[in-house]
Nanobody, 125 residues
Framework: QVQLVESGGGLVQAGGSLRLSCAAS????????MGWFRQAPGKEREFVSF????????YYIDSVKGRFTISRDNAKNTAYLQMNGLKVEDTAVYYC??????????????????WGRGTQVTVSS
């Protein structure tokens, strides 16, 4: 089974950038669709972005469109979330997860079967 480890989080000022990585080991990363979620303190986990196995399909929530870019490198078994123009409200623990479900179910966290442990992103004003 695939195991996922996120990295790249940290403290950044508003307007700054971070690139999150999600490294996969075991299983067949290249055949899984991938998603990024986040959870802010006191809030429920929130879907952020999705990328299909072959990178043909991507999807973002409205609040990050134009600022975040999801990508993957199947040769490196790694997915990425480039985050530009960060805002204080982007502060959260960010998780990557894998799923065999299609884009139509991207926002449903119940369809993701493997999760990383998360990486903290803190945006200061």
């Amino acid at each position: 089974q695939v195991q996922l480890v996120e990295s790249g989080g940290g403290l950044v000022q508003a307007g700054g950038s971070l690139r999150l990585s999600c490294a996969a080991s075991g299983g067949t990363f290249s055949s899984n669709n991938m998603g990024w979620f986040r959870q802010a303190p006191g809030k429920e986990r929130e879907f952020v972005s999705f990328i299909s196995a072959g990178s043909r399909a991507t999807y973002y929530i409205d609040s990050v469109k134009g600022r975040f870019t999801i990508s993957r490198d199947n040769a490196k078994n790694t997915a990425y979330l480039q985050m530009n123009g960060l805002k204080v409200e982007d502060t959260a623990v960010y998780y990557c997860a894998s799923t065999s479900f299609p884009l139509s179910r991207a926002r449903d966290s119940r369809t993701y079967d493997v999760w990383g442990r998360g990486t903290q992103v803190t945006v200061s004003s």
